[in-house]
């Protein structure tokens, strides 16, 4: 009889790593259990032992064959295992079944992670994103949970009001209290993303932003503090990361923008957790530049691009079918990737193979040269960002009422003011600026009348284009 499986913590447990391999799936060829292994080691599993085998299709009520399952179960009985972990998601039934076959305590991916993440989770939003997103998990296993716990009926095998037993009872007051808690989440989950959705729309109307993406350990917060002052937890682990920090990144020349760290992506990632985290990840889809960090370093760096670029599109459509009135001017940032660790490279051929597939691709190494100057590539990358940022410079008349100083103060502090003519309640700087930055001040609703050195009527592209939706 299943026992009810309220334990499924795997810190300092002896664990074996299992995986059936079905013609679609994605995983590293050169070192398969590779990221599965890191995860165990940062839930504080020990490994001892992988376990494979090839399918084309997973087995409905074990997901591994059965001869399989009586080999994995004897190879933890060998090293002593007395968890096993799947990479992948199984049912309820399945990892009861399992259990059932082998003896040893089942976790599978999302389990997993939810526990890494639970752990690592500090801040009230962070620890509230994780909990819910346990509880979406959870709800649906609630009956294999509590599979101890068998429907009592009378003699006959008569159903019916007055026949449900203690365990039928305890499965529904399981449910709903898990419904309860759900919608107390849900609700202080939401006033908390409302509150930093609008903070985020704020700060795009202020400043131009750049976002820090990519797949966990690639990187980013040790970039995030090489071009700030930020102090983001930075280690060689996964998700050292939970909570995104925006900090001011100075690109010299008086200019400043806003830039932002996230949570990491792991393929396969929870659909629970990503939908809980996406108000995290709200300061890198409202950017207006995206940097991707991609450890070049790595085997799987191919697959790791692939799921970082899957994970934003997701989250793009969430946003463009959202009909949140902060989302109406929203555009897809613009991407830029950068090779990050190519110092740690025998030569530059990994470099130069990425470059070519992806244009725009930027070397670079985060971490800082042992004089403490930057690393390799950060001189290039903040020269490229405010060319973005700036657009093409050049001297124009820009025409303002006198009234609004915080418009003049602005193109004082972002341009170079070469000149000022005063009129009937009006001034005209003459400025070395960039197109995008006026572009800019009248999206916020600047008052501007521009002209070029010869008096000839300037236009603008717009800093944003409205997103059509259903129904607009």
């Avoid at 085998?53 to 997973?58: D, G, I, V």
């Avoid at 909990?131 to 599979?147: C, G, K, S, V």
């Avoid at 917060?221 to 990361?241: H, Q, V």
Wanted: with cysteine; glycine share 10%; proline share 3%.
């Amino acid at each position: 009889m299943a026992k009810e499986r309220t334990e499924l913590d795997v810190a300092s447990e002896r664990a074996v790593l299992a995986a059936v391999r079905l013609p679609d799936s994605k995983y590293d060829q050169r070192d398969p259990f590779g990221e599965l292994r890191a995860l165990a080691e940062q839930a504080g599993a020990i490994v001892v032992g992988e376990c494979t085998q090839r399918l084309e299709r997973p087995v409905a009520g074990t997901y591994m064959g059965v001869g399989k399952l009586g080999e994995l179960g004897a190879l933890c009985e060998e090293l002593g295992a007395t968890s096993v972990i799947f990479d992948h998601d199984l049912s309820p039934r399945q990892i009861a079944n399992i259990e059932k076959k082998t003896g040893r305590k089942i976790v599978d991916r999302s389990e997993l992670i939810l526990d890494i993440f639970a752990g690592r989770a500090t801040t009230r939003e962070a620890q509230l994103q994780v909990e819910l997103a346990q509880l979406e998990y959870t709800f649906p296993r609630l009956r294999a949970m509590w599979d101890h716990l068998e429907r009592i009926v009378g003699g006959g095998g008569l159903t019916g009001i007055g026949t449900r037993g203690p365990g039928e009872q305890q499965l529904e007051i399981d449910r709903r209290l898990v419904q309860r808690r759900k919608l107390a989440l849900q609700r202080e989950l939401a006033e908390i993303q409302s509150r930093r959705r609008r903070e985020v729309a704020a700060r795009k109307r202020e400043h131009f932003t750049v976002g820090i993406v990519g797949y966990t350990n690639a990187g980013k917060s040790t970039l995030f503090n090489a071009l700030t002052a930020g102090g983001a937890y930075a280690d060689d682990r996964l998700f050292a990361t939970l909570v995104s920090r925006t900090r001011a990144w100075d690109l010299g020349g008086g200019l400043e923008v806003m830039l932002s760290d996230t949570v990491g992506f792991v393929r396969d990632i929870p659909h629970h957790l990503v939908a809980s985290f996406r108000a995290t990840l709200e300061e890198a889809t409202h950017a207006d530049v995206l940097l991707i960090v991609l450890d070049v370093s790595d085997e799987g760096a191919e697959m790791q691009f692939g799921t970082v670029n899957a994970v934003l599109d997701d989250l793009f459509e969430q946003i463009e079918t959202s009909g949140h009135e902060e989302d109406r001017l929203w555009a897809r940032p613009e991407r830029i990737l950068l090779l990050n660790k190519c110092d740690l490279l025998n030569d530059n051929a990994a470099v130069l193979a990425w470059q070519g597939a992806v244009p725009g691709a930027m070397a670079i190494s985060a971490l800082a040269r042992d004089d403490g100057t930057p690393g390799l590539g950060i001189d290039a990358l903040r020269a490229r960002v405010r060319a973005i940022a700036t657009g093409d410079i050049g001297v124009f008349d820009v025409t303002v009422p006198l009234s609004d100083s915080r418009t003049v103060h602005m193109i004082e502090t972002r341009g170079q003011v070469l000149e000022r003519t005063y009129g009937e309640g009006v001034v005209t700087l003459r400025a070395r600026i960039g197109t995008r930055q006026l572009a800019h001040l009248r999206s916020l609703g600047a008052r501007l009348e521009l002209a070029d050195e010869s008096g000839k009527p300037v236009e603008l592209e717009p800093v944003a284009k409205a997103v059509r939706r259903p129904g607009w």
